[in-house]
């Protein structure tokens, strides 16, 4: 089987596609259901980025294989729940991280882990959705579980042209609501709407802390890819009662410049979403929501499909905003 194995020497982190044996793949403990999947699709996230190139300490334990999304068929399963030839996705739960991942022609793993294939998404699809489009749907159902209906004042999506932000932007803009996308790179305009944003927020307008601790209550709601000072920033433009859902820390996990005022006089609710972990009955959930609400149309615009051999020299990018739109990765290719 063909692997991306990130190795790390004197020298640094290198990371280069090798032919290795099966009898590598991870082999857990005692009682674990694992189940093997044949690897059809995956993706490159920023967590992806920092794996690759031995940023952020992610990656404990070398030789690793990154990938923290794929999606493929099963071809053993010591879970009752999976039998060879079924199709199923695998986001999240720190493989690629700390177990190896999809970066590879196999994968085996825990079988709570993984869900079904959502009927009506190719596996190509569910990757260009892949951890990114599973965090913007559970950050919409969060909002909306705080009252938010379209209708109201925009809701605001910083890293707009990211996974996350790319597929927010999409997904609200089917459900109705009027949105207004943050992006540092003009050029991608037209991109952003036409996946539906209805105003385009320069990156510059929100990067510094907010030289007052509350400003205009433009947005009913926001879902905050950044982090940083732009949260801080955010979370004092959100109208009284509204919500911000924090996806990302790329800005960092200090709030420059913020202060609680937006919590206590405006009410404004600040909902972190980390999809990691979540309960499989609500990956299921936002998976099955994820099926009918996306604009699959709209999903093929953001995809740029790499071969696996590409992969290692694409960490950097990612993590310099380089990258657009959602990056699959075609096994077969």
Known sequence: MRALIVDKSDSGVSAKVETIGEDRLPAGEAGDQLVTVAVSHSTVNYKDGLCLTGAGGLVRTYPHVPGIDFAGTVEA???PRYKPGDAVVLTGWRVGEVWWGGYADKARVKGDWLVPLPAGLTPRQAMAVGTAGLTSM????ALEGHGLVPGGRPVLVTGASGGVGSVAVA???KLGY??????GRPEWETYLKALGADTIVARAALAEPPSRPLGRENYSAAIDAVG???LSHVLTLIQYGGSVAAVGLAGGPAMEGGTVLPFILRGVNLLGIDSVMQPREARLAA????AADLPLGLLETMIEDVALEDVPGLGAEILAGKVRGRLVVDMAR
């Open 77 to 79: 399963s010591d879970d």
């Open 228 to 230: 940083g000072a732009m």
């Open 171 to 173: 997904i609200l803009a």
């Open 178 to 183: 009027d949105v207004a996308a943050v992006t």
């Open 138 to 141: 559970l950050s919409v159902l």
């Open 287 to 290: 998976w099955e929501r994820l």
